[in-house]
């Protein structure tokens, strides 16, 4: 039963939660994750809304990025999720 009031991990649940909507992380992450959600509602209200923002971005854009920018993106996320810091300029052309 929920108590109401923020816990101490509220903001490590809720960076991950669009992993937890779309089932990415480990199972006992997933459980983990679903004990706070049952336990702190402050929690559960922003997981509704983070759900609720997500189903309609998906009802609404219904188109197809680019094979090129969807390479982009994931090689972007893949760099975030290894921690490593890529220099823009770096990679951006002299004009």
């Not at 929920?2 to 937890?20: F, N, T």
């Not at 480990?26 to 929690?43: F, G, I, R, Y």
């Amino acid at each position: 039963m929920s108590c109401g009031h923020p816990h101490d991990d509220c903001a490590s649940v809720l960076e991950h939660v669009y992993e937890y909507i779309d089932h990415e992380m480990a199972a006992d992450d997933l459980a983990t994750v679903k004990q706070h959600l049952d336990e702190c509602s402050p929690c559960l209200a922003e997981y509704g809304l983070e759900q609720a923002v997500k189903a309609l971005v998906q009802r609404c854009c219904c188109e197809t990025a680019p094979e090129e920018l969807r390479a982009k993106v994931l090689s972007k996320i893949r760099q975030v999720q290894a921690g490593v810091a890529v220099d823009e300029r770096a990679s951006t052309p002299a004009s």
